[in-house]
């Protein structure tokens, strides 16, 4: 059957414009054909919150973004180094062990395709004992139990080297390879003399702990912060301000890592700088999802990463 001239036009015309329409659709930008994966860590941590909000804000500004919950720090290396996702919150010395294969990346060698985009906030080192136990600071750990954070993790190097720092060796104590929260059972079970965790401060497991005893934070002295910042360039000064915890009034001089946001190479300069600055025109939305996000500043942004390889976008945004 012959189709009438008016027909054919009107047909011709429609299909033209569908065409278009998927044309546009398929090219409407590079931002939102890539789906920006951000792997953040266990839902009762601060890296997911954290990540959350971030998803939310390159979601707003044009991009195309989804955080998911994950094993942390070294679980989240992985992950960037087999392009499983493409941003992710990370721990500075983590990330440092990574890009120089070393501590758990001993085996497995160095990460090559990782890149920083920019620095959050301060993961406090903490060693957590009872009021009661009568230890005033770290050299009093000599011949104590000490839940020194689980077997390979980010924690129980932080507690290692900063034993080290003192001269203290596992020889030295008996060390119990507990994570935080088993530790912080152990500790009001009384069948540990000592906990740590490295975590933003006010950190809820401590917080608890303080809720049913008194407790003590150790400082980590100044030479010993000598010591730590000059072996490992990932440690930075920290002072735990008091009154963070419940009946703790004294001000605490400690170190910490940085918590920090890294990409892979699926993320381009152009991607990076458009997501950097989406971050840093919105750090009050982050605050907004935990309080660790009023410590993300774009004047501390660069801090901690000397060490590492950055994301060209994401540094033209901050230098």
Request: aromatic share 8%; proline share 3%; with cysteine.
């Amino acid at each position: 059957m012959k189709l009438p001239k008016i027909f054919k036009k009107v047909v011709t015309a429609v299909c033209a414009l569908a065409l278009a329409v998927g044309v546009t659709g398929c090219g409407g930008g590079a931002d939102k054909e890539q789906f920006i994966n951000i792997a953040t860590g266990g839902t009762a941590g601060t890296y997911y919150p954290i990540g959350g909000a971030i998803a939310e804000i390159l979601n707003k500004n044009g991009m195309n973004a989804s955080a998911q919950s994950t094993g942390a720090s070294v679980a989240n290396i992985n992950m960037l180094k087999d392009k499983q996702v493409e941003l992710a919150i990370v721990q500075n010395d983590i990330t440092y062990y990574a890009v120089n294969g070393q501590e758990m990346f001993k085996d497995s060698g160095k990460v090559e395709n990782i890149f920083g985009i920019a620095s959050l906030y301060p993961e406090t080192c903490q060693f957590i004992v009872l009021e009661s136990s009568g230890i005033k600071d770290i050299s009093g750990l000599k011949g104590k139990r000490v839940a020194v954070g689980a077997a390979g993790s980010g924690a129980e190097a932080n507690a290692r080297q900063i034993l080290e720092a003192y001269g203290i060796t596992y020889d030295d104590v008996e060390e119990q390879f507990l994570s935080f929260s088993e530790g912080s059972y152990a500790i009001k079970d009384g069948t540990v003399d000592a906990a740590f965790v490295t975590a933003g401060y006010p950190t809820s497991s401590v917080q608890d702990i303080a809720s049913q005893n008194k407790i003590r934070i150790l400082p980590v002295g100044d030479e010993q912060v000598k010591i730590l910042s000059e072996k490992y360039p990932f440690y930075t000064p920290t002072t735990i301000p008091a009154g963070v915890y419940q009946d703790f009034n004294e001000e605490v001089k400690t170190v910490s890592v940085k918590a920090i946001l890294v990409a892979n190479d699926k993320i381009d300069a152009a991607l990076g700088e458009k997501l950097t600055k989406a971050i840093f025109d919105n750090v009050d939305k982050i605050a907004a999802s935990h309080s660790a996000g009023k410590n993300i500043t774009k004047e501390n942004a660069l801090n901690g990463m000397d060490f590492m390889k950055m994301n060209e976008g994401a540094t033209k945004v901050l230098k």
